[in-house]
């Protein structure tokens, strides 16, 4: 298996800009996570799928973030419009059950200038 | 709150000295705690998965335990490879049930 995939490893857009982050959990694990890791913050659950049904979204900072998973193999993190301030590495994980560990991809570098 | 603290920020070690991480927490109820080794410019790599005190996981040079409060990560005779990034995390009992909360890290620097 390949591992989580995320898309791009980096991006460099403009504020205002809306910006869309990809992902490809492992076939067969049933949940999908995104974080957000800065230094000041640390690594932050912005929101979790279980099943391609998003369960808890009360780690996404404002409504200029959405998350959608419209099948078992894609996942799109969005920002409208994004600010200097969303600049951090965004991961992407999934997990086949509660109780094991998360498989993380290598993370999207996005700088909003 | 629950929250998750970890030490020190950063250790330096010379190869083969053997020393320990420190990850304290505080949440209202334990399903399970994580280790995690990050290296520069990648995700989170998992290492073990600990459930109750008086648990003990190993993997290599590296052994971690748990008591009610804290874990700690064991590294023995540690080489430079291992010099990373040691996230340690806790998933909570209750709620929506997956909300895993990730302490700052450990930034490890083993020297040849």
């Known amino acids: 298996d390949a591992g989580v995939i995320q898309s791009p490893r980096h991006e460099v857009t403009e504020m205002g800009q809306e910006v869309t982050l990809r992902c490809k959990p492992i076939s067969g694990h049933d949940y999908l996570f995104w974080y957000r890791q800065t230094m000041m913050r640390g690594l932050e659950l912005l929101i979790y799928f279980n099943n391609n049904v998003p369960i808890d979204d009360s780690g996404m900072p404002e409504d200029r973030f959405s998350a959608k998973m419209p099948n078992a193999s894609f996942s799109t993190l969005k920002i409208q419009p994004s600010e200097p301030r969303d600049s951090a590495v965004y991961f992407c994980?999934?997990?086949?059950?509660?109780?094991?560990?998360?498989?993380f991809g290598s993370g999207t570098r996005l700088t909003v200038v | 709150e629950d929250q998750v603290t970890q030490s020190p920020e950063a250790l330096r070690l010379q190869e083969g000295e053997s020393s320990s991480l420190n990850c304290s927490y505080t949440v209202s109820g334990l399903r399970g705690l994580f280790w995690y080794r990050q290296d520069p410019g990648k995700g989170p790599e998992f290492l073990f998965t600990l459930y109750s005190a008086g648990e003990e996981k190993e993997k290599e040079r590296l052994k971690a335990t748990l008591t009610k409060k804290e874990s700690f990560l064991h590294i023995t005779a540690p080489k430079p490879e291992d010099s990373a990034t040691y996230l340690c995390a806790v998933q909570p009992q209750g709620g929506l049930g997956f909300k895993t909360i990730f302490g700052a890290g450990t930034r490890l620097f083993v020297k040849a």
């Open positions: 994980a999934s997990t086949r059950g509660r109780d094991s560990g998360y498989t």
